[in-house]
């Protein structure tokens, strides 16, 4: 009998096999073996019958009240075994390993001493007529020191139990003992090779290389699903207090709310009791998981319905995720509600159950819609246990962001110091053949100098006309030399930043007429006509600089300028001032003429010499416009085309923004 | 001797064609223009070029030259005519590079303030070619 009960490890197998075992062995009409459930109600989970003298039972439910608790008391604390005879309304209850015949014969031949006789609780009796049952043997079955259950036999007639009998039945009750904690053995190693399994699982998947938002939703979207969730969101702090929180959400969610996220409201982190920032926490401030079975039920959780009213969310698991002491997030799981669905025995109100016991045992199938699903300690461990590994990878995550932040930190860097060092190393070069070509230029003029006053010196002059033609051009050499260390002077005072501009509301036309005058004895020289049509009042100007700007480029249009005319223009375009001075000289042959604003640099081909000049006129003027606000640029159609330069002003002071 | 001063600023070019007429009792023909250059280099009537090497915006064959250039052209067509270049570049070593680069026989740095070496030098070049 033993052994074909321990044929397998499972756990309902075994139990069918011990009814089977057992009806065989008594012959009574029906076994059953009885769960209780942590609640107190019980279940038949296994039965066997012989004939159809007495109903099925199996799978039914019934309630607490149908075992009083002095009864499961008496069942665990003595191992009481109760042989109940209805016919006589007597009931025997015996220490082991004592065996009862239940019968009046039996009892009267019994000496007193070993039996504890007395007369069964009509209600009892009552209970037991009603089921169809004339006797009754009821064995207690343990497990862990806890009353796991009962394994009962039922007949509707009055029936003999011999002493061999009760203790071959106690015997297959310590059986099923036995077999109920290796089952439940087995199930807890499977669970751990599950819940292990699980882990490893989503450990792999974390720890895969490049962490991704894709993994981290896998991730969750299993976790939702192993803990029978209908959804569930990740949140995350922010690295610093610049960026936003993370929040990875799958499934089901809370009403979105109008700022932020639902683990930002104060009212939220004080139900959850997750600290208000992720500061380093100390040994008393760290949190633990939070378990709702339930968000309706409590009053505590009302404040929080409103976000949860429209969703189908009825509890949740709350697991803040931290490491070391530094608080990280957290991960919330959601569950919705469920249809339960239990087969009662019979219909039963509590509340008269002792007045009047059932009188039919007919299944009554009890629907209980909308219920909330209560999270079992397996689920709240395998949560637990990813915390940990989920915190792990998130540390990791932020590691690597951090350091792919601190490496593009520094690449940045690099690129901003490489073109700074790019752009010095320019101004250097730039400053450094500022400097060769001005002491190139410088001794040129120098070199006729010393050329006239050698020949003087010597007295190399045959004729009055020939001394002065050596005074003449030593005289001119230094005056071309004093301009160009004026004009080099005057660009290391702008570049040094030591030139003071005195912007004023400037009048145009005034200053045009009086460049008219200054030029008129040039026009008349050379054979060229100069004219001045300027539609422009005033200009937002410094007006000694714009003078010297307007006498330069007027100096130039002259200067290449043989036969034609010199015109200046002032006209309106885009809000301001443009000012062009147009000759019908040499032109330009280059293709980008403006390269005319470098220092030094002339373009005027084989016959440039001849109209002197420093090659800083342009220089000059480029810097003083563009100080003042404006632009300047060149425009020739080709050689002997004609030049135009045209330079902008602004027509009153800018907005000082 | 028959001088080619190449040189582009005029002032410049005629009181050193003063000097070297004065103190070498030279002829001196200033130009800047490459064309008359080869045109007179090639007639054989010119004994000594003197370059200056900062010659902008002159033109050869759709080109921008300068001395430095215009030397090397002409080295390459007569070997033996003496080319003594000119240079406002302070550099030794930028000096020496240019004289390399054009191939010249020697240089003088303006402004030039040893003429006795100035005309020894031409003096020694002239001498040198056939």
């Keep these: 009998m033993s052994t074909r009960i321990r044929q397998s490890l499972e756990l309902d197998e075994i139990l069918a096999a011990t009814a089977l075992e057992l009806r065989n062995f008594l012959r009574t009409d029906r076994i059953k073996v009885y769960r209780f459930h942590p609640d107190g109600h019980g279940e038949v989970v296994a039965e066997a019958r012989t004939g159809e003298r007495l109903p099925s039972l199996m799978g039914l439910h019934f309630p607490e009240e149908d075992i009083p608790a002095f009864i499961r008391e008496r069942y665990l604390k003595s191992h009481t075994r109760t042989i109940v005879n209805v016919a006589s309304g007597m009931i025997t209850l015996n220490s082991p390993p004592v065996g009862v015949m239940v019968g009046r014969q039996w009892l009267q031949e019994r000496p007193s001493d070993d039996l504890f006789q007395h007369e069964v609780d009509p209600c009892h009796i009552e209970y037991l007529t009603n089921m169809g049952i004339m006797s009754s043997l009821v064995v207690p079955v343990l497990h862990h020191q806890e009353l796991w259950g009962l394994l009962i036999s039922h007949h509707s007639e009055t029936r003999l139990i011999s002493r061999e009998d009760l203790y071959i039945v106690q015997n297959l009750a310590d059986q099923v003992s036995l077999a109920i904690a290796q089952a439940s053995l087995l199930d807890q190693a499977r669970k751990l090779a599950q819940r292990e399994a699980f882990i490893n699982r989503i450990v792999s998947l974390l720890h895969a290389p490049r962490g991704s938002d894709d993994l981290i939703d896998t991730a969750l979207t299993w976790t939702i699903e192993v803990l029978h969730g209908n959804g569930g969101r990740l949140f995350l702090y922010p690295l610093d207090w610049k960026s936003a929180p993370r929040l990875y959400a799958q499934g089901q969610q809370p009403v979105q709310l109008e700022v932020g996220l639902l683990e930002e409201l104060p009212l939220w982190r004080e139900a959850m009791a997750l600290p208000s920032s992720p500061m380093p926490l100390c040994a008393a401030d760290y949190p633990t998981m939070q378990v709702v079975t339930d968000l309706y039920a409590n009053s505590e959780w009302q404040a929080l319905t409103p976000y949860f009213q429209e969703t189908p969310i009825r509890g949740f698991l709350v697991l803040p995720l931290c490491f070391g002491q530094e608080m990280l997030g957290c991960l919330t799981v959601f569950r919705g509600p469920t249809d339960t669905e239990t087969f009662w025995a019979g219909y039963h109100n509590p509340d008269e159950r002792q007045a009047f016991p059932r009188r039919s045992f007919t299944q009554w199938q009890h629907f209980r819609r909308n219920q909330a699903q209560p999270w079992t300690e397996e689920e709240v461990t395998l949560l637990k246990a990813l915390g940990g590994h989920l915190s792990m990878a998130v540390m990791q995550n932020r590691l690597y962001q951090c350091e792919r932040e601190q490496r593009l930190l520094l690449e940045m860097r690099n690129q901003a110091l490489t073109s700074a060092r790019v752009a010095a190393e320019e101004a250097s070069r730039l400053k450094s053949d500022f400097l060769a070509s001005t002491s190139h230029e410088l001794r040129t003029p120098l070199a006729s100098t010393l050329n006239y006053l050698k020949l003087l010196k010597e007295g190399f002059y045959d004729n009055e006309a020939e001394l002065k033609e050596f005074i003449d051009g030593a005289y001119q050499s230094t005056v071309n030399l004093v301009s160009i260390i004026n004009d080099v002077l005057d660009i290391a005072k702008i570049e040094a930043g030591h030139l003071v501009l005195n912007l004023e509301s400037v009048d145009l036309p005034a200053l045009l007429e009086e460049q008219n005058t200054l030029f008129t004895p040039e026009s008349r020289r050379y054979g060229v006509s100069l004219t001045i049509d300027c539609a422009i009042k005033h200009v937002w100007a410094d007006q000694t600089k714009l003078r010297q700007v307007l006498t330069n480029l007027l100096a130039n249009a002259f200067k290449f300028t043989d036969h034609g005319q010199v015109q200046v223009q002032a006209v309106l375009s885009d809000s301001m001032a443009e000012i062009s001075i147009s000759d019908t000289g040499i032109g330009i042959e280059m293709s980008d003429p403006n390269v005319l604003f470098e220092p030094f640099v002339q373009a005027s081909g084989s016959t440039e010499r001849h109209y002197g000049g420093t090659g800083l006129g342009l220089t000059i003027c480029k810097f003083l416009v563009e100080r003042m606000g404006g632009q300047i640029w060149l425009y020739s159609l080709g050689k002997n085309q004609g030049t135009t330069v045209t330079f902008t002003l602004p027509l009153t002071q800018p907005n000082q923004e | ?130």
């Excluded at chain 2, 130009?31 to 009537?45: D, L, N, Q, R, S």
């Excluded at chain 2, 370059?51 to 902008?56: A, G, P, R």
């Excluded at chain 2, 050869?60 to 033996?80: F, M, N, P, T």
Aim: proline letters at 3%.
């Design chain 2, 1 to 130: 001797m028959n001088i080619l001063l190449v040189e582009d600023d005029h002032l410049l070019a005629r009181g050193t064609a003063r000097l070297l007429q004065r103190l070498g009792g030279h002829h001196v023909y200033i130009t800047m223009e490459p064309e008359v250059i080869f045109h007179h280099c090639a007639a054989g009537e010119v004994d000594l070029v003197i370059m200056d090497i900062n010659l902008s915006g002159v033109y050869w064959q759709g080109q921008a030259v300068d001395g430095v250039d215009i030397s090397r052209q002409l080295k390459e067509r007569y070997h033996h005519l003496p080319i003594l270049l000119v240079t406002a570049y302070a550099l030794r070593t930028e000096q020496q590079s240019l004289l390399l680069n054009s191939q010249a026989d020697g240089y003088f740095a303006k402004p030039i303030t040893d003429y006795k070496s100035f005309l020894t030098t031409i003096a020694q070049l002239c001498q040198r070619s056939p």
